[in-house]
């Protein structure tokens, strides 16, 4: 027997209406993003967010980054996980989809401990003090930097902090021999690289398109 369940649209559906939290302010910001047209895909899904603030609260999770905010759904669901002194870097390029999440930022009353820095993610990653540290990084942005966003962004990874990719299945192109369009090159590349690399730990789920979460080991656990 399959060790996995197939996902059917009723299956989601019952899924989704077994999680305890339902916060109105995502669900609005969700309908807002809807609205957008077409691009809307590029949303957490509603379940993909919860997992994310449970996380980050039980991974005790203080200063995160996320790079690839858009319109602040996956943003605003790990900063729900922090606790109130806890900071979240937020790297997007677009000013556009992050007026959206600003906004949301605000009414959900913890802008205080969100910052959101515009423009090409690796130039941001690449302004941050040397001493800057994070113990949680969301990576969902442009996927041929993928592997860059991995390299550069392990040195700034707390030892025990996670590293989480999101699309790591590519909507299951990354096993299209067929395929060979840059996009999944580079997310096959990601994932063989985060599988490869012993500084890390790591697990790739099944979770909407595909999460790997990649904990970075401490020096004692390293030969
Ligand atoms: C899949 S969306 C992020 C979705 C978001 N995590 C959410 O749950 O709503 C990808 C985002 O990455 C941003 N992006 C793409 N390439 C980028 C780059 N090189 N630097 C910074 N942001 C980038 C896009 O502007 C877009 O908002």
Request: a negative charge; hydrophobic letters at 40%.
């Amino acid at each position: 027997m399959a060790k996995f369940t197939t996902m059917t649209s009723d299956l989601y559906a019952y899924m989704a209406g077994h999680r305890s939290d339902r916060d109105p302010l995502l669900a609005e910001l969700a309908e807002e993003t809807k609205s957008l047209g077409p691009i809307s895909m590029m949303q957490v899904a509603p379940d993909q967010g919860a997992f994310l603030t449970l996380l980050a609260r039980i991974s005790g999770v203080r200063n995160a980054i996320e790079i690839g905010t858009f319109t602040g759904y996956s943003a605003l669901c790990i900063a729900r996980g922090l606790p109130q002194d806890g900071t979240l870097l937020c790297c997007d390029s677009s000013e556009e989809w992050t007026a959206v999440a600003r906004k949301y930022f605000e009414r959900s009353g913890l802008s205080g401990r969100i910052e959101l820095r515009l423009g090409p993610a690796l130039e941001t990653l690449d302004t941050l003090d040397e001493s800057e540290q994070f113990d949680l990084a969301f990576i969902d942005a442009d996927k041929t930097n993928y592997s860059h966003y991995f390299d550069g962004l392990l040195a700034r990874i707390r030892p025990n902090g996670l590293m989480l990719f999101d699309n790591v299945l590519w909507g299951g192109s990354v096993i299209d021999v067929t395929n060979t369009q840059d996009g999944t090159k580079a997310i096959r590349a990601l994932n063989d690289k985060v599988r490869d690399d012993p500084r890390v730990e790591s697990v790739m789920l099944g979770v909407s398109d595909g999460l790997t979460i990649a904990r970075k080991r401490r020096v004692e656990e390293l030969d």
